[in-house]
C-alpha cells in the first residue's frame, strides 16, 4: 500500500498505520503490532508527515494496537520532541491493555496527554470535532 499527501494506508508485517488529515489536526491510526520488528514504519512514516508538511495538531490514535513493547516508547517520545508544546497539539486515544501498562510503568504516560476517544482528544486540543474521521 502507499500513501499520498492527505492520506493513505501503509501496512509492515503486523503494523498497519492510516492517515487523516485535516487543516487543523492529522489523525494516525495504528493497527496491529508494534515492536522491534515494526517500530521502523511508524518511524519513517512519522518522519515522512512532518517532511511533507508538519501538522498543527497530531492525535495517535492505539486504540487497536494488539501489541507493543519498550521500542515503541522511544517512537513516541521521538514524536512528542517534534512539538514545541506538546501538550497544546498531541494526543494519544485509547491507550489500553498492554500499552497502557508499558507507559505506566515506565512513567512516560506522565509526557502525554491520553483519551478515550478521538472526540474527546479533538475537544481537548480546542479543535472542532467532525464525524470524517
Not at 493513505?8 to 494516525?28: I, K, P
Not at 501538550?87 to 502525554?112: P, Y
Request: hydrophobic residues 40%; aromatic residues 6%.
Amino acid at each position: 500500500m502507499g500513501a499520498d499527501n492527505h492520506g493513505g494506508s501503509y501496512h509492515q508485517q503486523d503494523l498497519d498505520t492510516d492517515r487523516a488529515v485535516r487543516e487543523d489536526v492529522t489523525l494516525l491510526s495504528l493497527q496491529g503490532v508494534l515492536d522491534f520488528t515494526t517500530h521502523a514504519l511508524l518511524h519513517r512514516r512519522i518522519e515522512d508527515l512532518f517532511r511533507e508538511q508538519p501538522p498543527p495538531a497530531l492525535i495517535l490514535d492505539l486504540t487497536e494496537l494488539d501489541f507493543c513493547d519498550s521500542s515503541s516508547l522511544a517512537i513516541l517520545i521521538a514524536i512528542r520532541r517534534h512539538f514545541p508544546d506538546p501538550d497544546r497539539c498531541l494526543a494519544l486515544v485509547g491507550v489500553n491493555g498492554r500499552m497502557a501498562r508499558l507507559l505506566e510503568l515506565t512513567r512516560v504516560i506522565t509526557l502525554f496527554r491520553c483519551y478515550p476517544t478521538r472526540e474527546d482528544a479533538m475537544k481537548a486540543l480546542g479543535l472542532a470535532s467532525t464525524s470524517r474521521w
